[in-house]
């Protein structure tokens, strides 16, 4: 069922003026002129559990990681520019498309044949790393520590200060699942899901998942990961334990967005599961491929497919709040901030849109293959294919 606008409302007290509007939205037809209604679980729960709790976002000083934070929210409470222009570029050698950059402590750090750190105020280098192979991984920081993975079958952490390294981890496979970084533990991988020791890279736990490419969720003691098989699982972060498993009906080549106590993710349609059993509780049925991560950002949870379709969507029972085709995506996840969403057309421009309604507030065409970006203090960052690190940002910035 699509919401009423008065409904969707009455959803929003207590919530920041930065998440209301990404909680706002009216009715939108299908081709056929009819609302889109989510499909409900076979137990009926996307219509007969509780509202699924609030999520606001959370105050932030940098966008240290990949889709911001631990659960892959996609959302901060930061700023972001009105009408942005190129304000510098960054020649980072070869191609950036397999990471994207990471914000904090005034450096943009991403990842090429080497790993950069970069100065946010001009786009001047600062140091770099080479590992002897490609950096395939989007970097984390923590702690004065950049974390990321290598083709060279290594996870290191270097010392943001200098690049100097701290130490590295040989885990016999490439490296190319995000780092996640939570606790004291940072879990990557490849063909195995690990859990290793910030402080010295030793290894905690391992587990037999083909987790390649995925950015583990790491929530509330629990590691949500996905495989290429199409099963989700939920693991315990203290020792790797299986919680529970559930198995979509295609392969799952990103991360889940785990907020609350719910788990999105999807392929062909994207699923809300509950975080605790991993019980379906409503999935919605997309244009095209709508795979994970997405943003959520109060009652709103925000996704793009391999149509072009961008799509705002109630995340108590999936109903659509609205859509916008954009054109051609390639399933960049969006990113919002404020009362924009942010999303990258590959092939042509970055986007901004209302998060209200979906409609266009802004574009700027860069004509490159892009990553997902990072929103922080005024400016969005991004990187390309053609060895190129953009900064955005207003004129009079």
């Not at 942005?84 to 980072?92: G, S, V």
């Not at 970084?181 to 063909?191: S, W």
């Amino acid at each position: 069922m699509a919401h009423d606008r008065r409904d969707v409302l009455r959803g929003l007290s207590g919530i920041p003026l930065a998440s209301v509007a990404g909680c706002l939205g009216g009715d939108s037809p299908d081709d056929t002129g009819e609302p889109q209604t989510p499909t409900p679980s076979p137990t009926g729960t996307s219509t007969e559990t509780e509202p699924t709790p609030t999520s606001v976002p959370p105050e932030t000083d940098s966008w240290p990681t990949f889709h911001f934070d631990t659960g892959n929210s996609g959302t901060a409470r930061t700023t972001g520019p009105s009408d942005p222009e190129i304000a510098w570029e960054f020649d980072t050698e070869a191609a950036t498309w397999a990471t994207s950059p990471v914000i904090a402590d005034g450096t943009a750090y991403v990842g090429s044949d080497k790993l950069y750190a970069v100065s946010t105020e001009d786009g001047s280098k600062k140091w770099d790393f080479w590992p002897g192979e490609s950096v395939l991984t989007t970097p984390v920081v923590a702690n004065r520590t950049v974390y990321f993975g290598s083709a060279n079958e290594h996870l290191y952490a270097l010392d943001t200060a200098g690049g100097g390294e701290r130490w590295r981890a040989d885990l016999g496979d490439t490296v190319s699942a995000t780092p996640t970084v939570a606790d004291g533990t940072v879990y990557t991988g490849g063909d195995q899901l690990y859990a290793l020791s910030t402080e010295d890279g030793s290894e905690l736990w391992h587990a037999p998942i083909d987790n390649q490419s995925s950015a583990p969720a790491v929530v509330d003691g629990l590691v949500y990961v996905a495989d290429r098989d199409g099963n989700v699982y939920a693991l315990s972060a203290e020792d790797g334990d299986e919680q529970w498993q559930f198995e979509l009906e295609d392969w799952i080549r990103r991360s889940p967005t785990v907020v609350g106590e719910t788990v999105y993710v999807g392929r062909e349609r994207l699923y809300a599961l509950s975080a605790a059993d991993g019980i379906e509780q409503w999935y919605f049925e997309t244009e095209g491929s709508v795979t994970p991560p997405y943003a959520v950002v109060g009652r709103t949870i925000f996704a793009t497919d391999s149509e072009g379709f961008v799509y705002a969507l109630s995340t108590e029972d999936g109903s659509e709040l609205w859509r916008e085709r954009l054109g051609y995506t390639s399933n960049l996840p969006p990113v919002v901030v404020e009362d924009t969403v942010y999303v990258v057309s590959r092939y042509e421009a970055m986007y901004g849109l209302s998060a209200e309604d979906g409609s266009e507030k802004w574009s700027i065409e860069v004509e490159e293959y892009l990553t997902p970006p990072a929103v922080f203090d005024g400016s969005v960052y991004v990187g390309s294919r053609e060895a190129v690190l953009y900064a955005l940002a207003d004129e009079d910035r």
